[in-house]
């Protein structure tokens, strides 16, 4: 496909993953099952994220990494959204994540297949051609975004490679990962982040059992690295809070019919982008994100309402103020 030439936000997806949901009433292993339905859905965090800023109507481009023999329904889906396609095209096949759902006995049996391998040359040469890709785009390009797990074999500084790039591109730097990758790419200051309650809890080594709790833990993340500039820690059923370095507001989740939550934190961050192209204030920034995440909750992929919707539901958001100072 041939890339349109002037998207404002560059998704990274380094480890996409192809989502099969597969309907098995009564599903016993070791005997023969009869399937009542299959759905396959293009996932991974990354693109997850580009539909999503797509549907609202944002120049977004993705790169991903791809396996030959399976690229379908990503390319279909970047081409129903028209999203730039700079993703690389690798031996073998993208990972397919199988989840066979037993409506029955209401339990799900997760088989998640292998993608494609790694050795240190190939990656060497990924991270090349992704640099590569980045800077080309540079020119047009405000924001990348760099979200989800790295696949097995990459090593976990690997986004903050990119974010120096970045850095020295004058691009601003979505950050939406866990573990080591997370901790490596924080030192090169991103400068938005928005990891969900348990990522952080983790990555602080403490737990966060409330929303003071929570607050100060961004607020520790902000201390600690000057370059970032706003954390959102996300917190599912109860809402998300967003802290700079001066106000911090709790946004409530909206009341929304949910039909499935996975990908929710993805278009979260989806709506932050959206808003920082807006330059929205925090405040704003907070309806925006929520009334994303609540557009997708109602659907089963990574998909938004129209923008006059999630524009409708931004105006639901109920905020909460949180002025308490940093101890
Ligand atoms: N059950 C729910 N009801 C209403 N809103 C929800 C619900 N679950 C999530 N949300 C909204 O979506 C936002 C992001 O959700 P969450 O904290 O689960 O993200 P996440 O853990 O990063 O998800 P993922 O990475 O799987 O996409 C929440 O801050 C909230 O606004
Ligand atoms: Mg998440």
């Not at 494609?116 to 890709?133: G, H, K, M």
């Amino acid at each position: 496909m041939t890339p349109s030439p002037r998207c404002r936000v560059l998704c990274v997806a380094l480890n996409p993953a192809i989502d099969q949901t597969i309907t098995v009433p009564g599903f016993q292993s070791g005997t023969v099952n009869r399937a009542a339905s299959s759905r396959q859905d293009a996932g991974g965090k990354g693109v997850n994220v580009a539909s999503c800023l797509a549907d609202y109507g944002v120049p977004t481009a993705v790169a991903a990494l791809l396996g030959r023999e399976n690229p379908a329904l990503f390319q279909t889906l970047f081409e129903a959204k028209q999203i730039a396609d700079y993703s690389l095209y690798l031996d073998g096949a993208t990972r397919t994540n199988i989840k066979l759902v037993d409506p029955e006995q209401g339990d799900t049996t997760d088989v998640n297949l292998p993608g494609p391998a790694f050795d240190a040359a190939s990656v060497e040469s990924c991270i090349a051609r992704l640099l590569t890709a980045i800077t080309k785009q540079a020119d047009a390009l405000e924001w990348l975004v760099l979200s989800g797990s790295l696949p097995p074999g990459w090593p976990v500084d690997v986004y903050a490679i990119f974010i120096r790039l970045a850095r020295e591109l004058g691009l601003r730097v979505l950050l939406d990962t866990s573990g080591a990758p997370f901790a490596a790419a924080l030192a090169a200051g991103p400068d938005l982040v928005k990891p969900n309650r348990d990522e952080l809890a983790a990555h602080l080594g403490r737990p966060l059992p409330d929303l003071a709790a929570t607050l100060a833990g961004a607020r520790e993340l902000l201390a600690t690295h000057a370059g970032i500039a706003r954390v959102v820690v996300s917190m599912g059923s109860e809402g998300a809070v967003f802290v700079s370095r001066d106000k911090a507001v709790l946004a409530q989740p909206l009341k929304v019919a949910v039909t499935s939550s996975v990908g929710a934190g993805d278009a979260m961050v989806a709506g932050l982008v959206a808003a920082a192209l807006a330059s929205l204030p925090l405040g704003n920034t907070a309806r925006l994100a929520t009334a994303f995440a609540a557009g997708k909750l109602q659907r089963p992929g990574p998909h938004l309402p129209a923008a006059a919707e999630v524009q409708a539901l931004a105006q639901q958001v109920g905020l909460v103020p949180l002025n308490n100072p940093p101890e």
